[in-house]
């Protein structure tokens, strides 16, 4: 009787392992629908960037190194950490933003999931060896951090909402960008080698 439920445990726990790895198999295409969806979502939230708003401009410089890494679990490491920062950031004092609602909502959901999906196929072991490597994940911080001080700084106005959905946009496009790079990687590695003899 003990037998079968353990039979039983272990099946289950192996079909889990199997259907975890074949969606993680098809993460990049996954995250790259993401991407595209939350762009198309940022430029429904708002409409065009306000003119009162161009002599406000700031330059925030995102940390590009950190998406640039050897390894494709750093980059995915990396990529969830910003999804992260950029879920936070759209989660508080939208109350001057002025934006859709339903396309606001949309977009903290699809970058919800697109996280916990991340979080879900990354492998630990390979985590701990980039985040022990402080250094970009300071940097990350401290980006968004400076992009957290300056909607606090204007007061979470109408300007300093339309600038930092400005900067994830090209948060988004940076990450989409990798991503193409890495799937295109991936496909060009799954194809036969030919013989030029």
């Not at 390979?126 to 250094?135: A, D, I, L, R």
């Not at 979470?156 to 890495?182: F, G, P, T, Y």
Request: proline content about 3%; glycine content about 2%; aromatic content about 10%.
């Amino acid at each position: 009787m003990y037998a079968f439920g353990f039979i039983q445990i272990g099946f289950i726990l192996l079909c889990t392992i199997t259907i975890s790895s074949l969606t993680c198999n098809h993460l990049p295409l996954q995250q790259r629908r993401v991407i595209e969806s939350s762009l198309q979502l940022l430029d429904k939230m708002g409409r065009r960037f306000p003119q009162q708003c161009l002599r406000e401009k700031m330059s925030f410089r995102f940390p590009e190194q950190v998406l640039k890494p050897r390894q494709k679990e750093t980059v995915k490491v990396a990529i969830e950490e910003i999804l992260q920062h950029i879920f936070y950031i759209f989660s508080k004092n939208l109350t001057l933003a002025a934006w859709d609602g339903a396309a606001l909502e949309q977009f903290q959901n699809g970058l919800y999931q697109q996280i916990e999906k991340l979080e879900a196929c990354i492998i630990k072991k390979q985590t701990q060896y980039f985040w022990s490597k402080e250094v970009n994940r300071l940097k990350l911080k401290k980006y968004f951090q400076k992009i957290d001080s300056f909607l606090k700084e204007k007061q979470h106005n109408l300007c300093s909402w339309e600038i930092s959905r400005a900067e994830m946009r090209r948060c988004l496009q940076l990450i989409d960008k990798v991503i193409r790079k890495l799937y295109k990687v991936d496909i060009l590695s799954s194809l036969p080698v030919m013989d030029a003899s």
